[in-house]
């Protein structure tokens, strides 16, 4: 039975064309119906997923090839969401390495590459998107062999297949000449090279819970490989806690996968990847035993957080409009119960018991956790994110990216010049048909804010990557924002008549009729200090008028921020509003009165030192 599954994991960085070689792999292998209404995407189930075009949550599929069942894992190509890579590589035998035809290797590919030779998996090669006009497939082949060697990668794994493909085409070829238009040549190479599922189906009963999901009717399911041994519906188990002790269960439901869906199953033999219901306590790294001799598997290692952000509750004056979930109590039961499924997250409570210290892998792993709670209707305050520093051999030091840019030539000189600013350091650089390729090691916190700046420096050509490299000694004092902001001192409805007598005062983040309130961030100033204005005083009401005076006031758009440009904007003493409508950036005290006792507090405990 073990013979005819084999267990693969596809990984690739952002856009390569993972979530696309899935949805193509499952209709040439039968899993629709010819008259089934197909979306694209299929494997993208997450809101989140299919605005962002990335896969954030690591899921599986399975697909008959001959008498063969082929486990795909679909897993995140972000080195945010490496928490869920790193739990479902347990699960496969094999990886798919995607890597685009034209970028080559990217940073996201090292990460997740570098995670699946450390778990001795069988690599194939899949050199996609030949298609396109300037696909180069035997130069980023040479590249990825320099990957491999350059993760130290022994005999074995760099003997591995290549397989060059267009997803969006839906073909796979052994050599880049050949004329077939399916992907049999990639499902003959999962079948031969991936080595199927080891383990003793004989011995006793071991899963490990890789994943969770929740159903309403049967409650929590874990989803996990059978290591050893076999499983049944009605089977009495023992659950092992990944932090100690032991709990006692029974399987009330098993199911297993075949295509996009869950099959009820009576049984499942070693090397499957199931779904149990039944155990209310499985938390992911939980090892699922036999009641006889039940032993644990080894710990789940997880990458430890870089970046971390106080969360608090909302206490804006506007508070209560539009959330549902407001008080201290939602907030801390919302952030604890996401630990449960959200392995690299960290939460911890402070001093003050309104505020929480969240900390996650990156940016992003943080941002789409507060997009998700926002969607849920909660409303929260968020501080600005702070990079996590380590103490090795008595050296403070501190989160080091690698990021790769790609710019037109006549950009270059800028991107030097903002990166070098950020303490930023070449590591690489080539020119690629009228593009310049850099590869930078840069501070975690150099990174927070650049891509912005970069974007507003290329005029929007500039393409930029990043993923985490490891801990270095500390750089040195990086200067963040240059600019002042433009702060509210009055609480009502912005007007377009305010708002045009300061327009010379800098760029604005608010519109006509927009809610506003006393120490709100309302704009930019234009230049590097903060000042209060007034946006919410009307025109005086008199009957006296001049006729061109009154004539239709036009104002340039505002500037609107992403959630993630709004976390990167922020300052020290700034923080960011977040309810289900609105995103709101303002200051920590929000009278003036208070800032300036706050600011002469902290000059005199400076001279005191």
Known sequence: MTLQIRNIAIIAHVDHGKTTLVDVLLRQSGAFRTNQ???TCVMDSNDQEKERGITILAKNTSVR???VKINIIDTPGHADFGGEVERVLRMADGVLLLVDAYEGPMPQTRFVLRKAMANRLQPIVVVNKIDRPE???MEVLNEVYDLFIDLEADEQQLDFPVIFASGREGYARLDPADTNMDLKPLFDTIVSRIPPPKGDPGASLQIQCANIDYNDYVGRISIGRIVNGSV?????????KRVGGKVAGKIDQLYTFENLKREAAQSAECGEIVAIAGLPDVDIGDTICSTVDPVPLPPIEIDEPTLSMMFSVNTSPLTGRVGKFLTVRHLRDRLWRELKSNVALRCEETADPRIFKVSGRGLLHLSVLIEN???EGFELEVGKPEVIFKTIDGQVCEPIELMTVDVPEAYAGKVMELVGQRRGVVKFMDTRRGHMHYEFLIPARGLIGLRSRL?????GEAVMYHNYAGYEPYKGEIAQRKAGVLISMSTGMATNYSIYQLLDRGEFFVKNADDIYEGMIVGEHCKDRDIVVNVTRAKALTNFRVAAADATISLP???????????????DDELLEVTPTHLRLRKKLLTVGQRKKAGREEAEALEGV
């Open 557 to 571: 758009p505002p500037r609107v921020f992403t959630l993630e440009e709004s976390l990167e904007y922020l300052d």
């Open 37 to 39: 209404n197909i979306p």
């Open 65 to 67: 090839w001959g008498d």
């Open 455 to 459: 974007l507003t420096a290329t005029r």
């Open 373 to 375: 709670m926002r969607r």
């Open 232 to 240: 049944a519906l009605g089977q009495s188990v023992t659950l092992l």
């Open 135 to 137: 696909a180069r497939p």
